[in-house]
């Protein structure tokens, strides 16, 4: 996969605040695309761990031969695996997994293909050097 913005270092401020909000049992959510790549809000540590888990699984597990998903597979599975969890009392987790995959991106544990309608993401592979 080629280089997307989403994909982007983030500032070592964003690093700093979530240092500070896990402290708190919470998670800077990042956004490469957003100043010092901070999204502006926090989410609940067991919440992070559960929606990454998810994620990084169904990339895992349903993988096509490029080693993509299509983000709507793993918005799917989110909602099959954790509509219930009492860690989301309203049960709806659309947005969760999408704002999870965004920051997971910032972190580069995740990449998506750039352009791809619907949108797919992979695990981040670092560039390489050859062609």
């Known amino acids: 996969m080629s ?4 994909s982007a270092a ?8 979530d240092e500070r909000a896990r402290k708190r049992g919470r998670v800077q959510v990042f956004n490469a ?3 010092d790549g901070l999204d502006g809000w926090t989410i609940a ?4 761990e559960l929606l990454v888990d998810v994620i ?3 990339i895992d597990a349903f ?8 983000l709507q597979v793993i918005v799917n ?3 099959t695996r954790l509509g219930s969890h009492p860690a989301f009392p309203n049960g709806r987790l659309a947005n969760y997994v999408r704002y999870t995959k965004v920051d997971l991106e910032a972190r580069g544990l995740v990449e998506r293909v750039p352009k791809s309608s619907p949108q797919r993401i992979g695990r981040f592979h670092e ?5």
Do not use: M
């Open 127 to 131: 560039p390489s050097d050859q062609q």
């Open 10 to 17: 983030v500032a070592p401020r964003a690093w700093a605040e």
């Open 3 to 6: 280089a997307d913005p989403h």
């Open 63 to 70: 993988a096509a031969d490029d080693g993509t998903v299509p």
């Open 33 to 35: 695309t957003r100043p």
């Open 45 to 48: 540590l067991e919440q992070y």
């Open 77 to 79: 599975e989110g909602q």
């Open 56 to 58: 990084l699984t169904t």
